[in-house]
């Protein structure tokens, strides 16, 4: 079993910057895919970035150039530097870690953005 715990969530102005983290414990395989999902109110979860234990990254055409994803393998931890923030990114966002055999989820931390 692993346990994904998320931390950096906030409320920030349009333009500002969040740094989000997520520290996995447990029985971790070393080959696996890290990654943050984010669903507003009345929307679906959709996929915000992942990355790859191998260092391959993926992201919404929404963030492309104004956030990035990256991970520290060493300390089973994944991070999204959020910058530009826009109030269309207000949105739960949760942490994921899928390897072979399962798929594992955060319990979500909130970012606010003002207008």
């Known amino acids: 079993q692993v346990q994904l715990v998320e931390s950096g969530g906030g409320l920030v102005q349009a333009g500002g910057s969040l740094r989000l983290s997520c520290a996995a414990s447990?029985?971790?395989?070393?080959?696996?895919?890290m990654g943050w999902y984010r669903q507003a109110p009345g929307k679906q979860r959709d996929l915000v970035a992942d990355?790859?234990?191998?260092?391959?990254?993926n992201y919404a055409d929404s963030v492309k150039g104004r956030f990035t994803i990256s991970r520290d393998n060493a300390k089973n931890t994944v991070y999204l530097q959020m910058n530009s923030l826009k109030p269309e990114d207000t949105a739960v966002y949760y942490c994921?870690?899928?390897?072979?055999?399962?798929?594992?989820w955060g319990q979500g931390t909130q970012v606010t953005v003002s207008s």
């Open positions: 994921t870690l899928v390897d072979w055999n399962s798929n594992y």
């Open positions: 447990g029985r971790i395989f070393s080959f696996n895919t």
């Open positions: 990355m790859t234990s191998g260092n391959t990254t």
